[in-house]
């Protein structure tokens, strides 16, 4: 009866550990990557369509500074651009004919810190997830006999102990990235 509850929670703590991750992805280190802009919305074709700029386009990186974005339909590259500038992360698209540009500035020692408190949010935000999740399991393990209740728990908190640990390294590695000049 425990398996069916902790294999549960299991799925929906890495589901939290995902979103965690791609969180962790969205903040800037100062090292051009995709994840950087991949889920901006722009307001394509007019403001008729809501749209990642992934489904819109290809970005790649051209070295460790520069993003490039190539639209699959030419005539949203201005909508491109302008959703950029909008989403405020510090970046300005160049538009160069057909591929948009985007140099990566290098972050000043006030701006990695902000950013080291920002990761941190959002890691806290994924141990709260984790840990609501370890309070769901531990209401479905309320009706066992209190043997097999107590042995549930126990592989729960277990559980929880790791994910909480891979949220950690998440940010330690996120933090030792932010540090590097």
Known sequence: MIDPILNTARERMKKALDVTRTDLMSIRS????PALVENIIIMA???TQKLRIQEMATITTMDAKTLLISPYDISTISEI??????????LTPVTDKEII???????SEDRRREYIKLAKAKLEGGKVMVRQIRGDAMKSLKDLPEDERKHGEKLVQELTDEMV???DTLGQKKEAELLQV
């Open 30 to 33: 100062g090292r051009a990557t």
């Open 45 to 47: 074709y007019g403001g």
């Open 81 to 90: 651009e302008k959703g950029i500038l909008a989403h405020s992360a510090g």
């Open 101 to 107: 540009r985007i140099t990566i500035p290098l972050l």
């Open 165 to 167: 640990a891979e949220i």
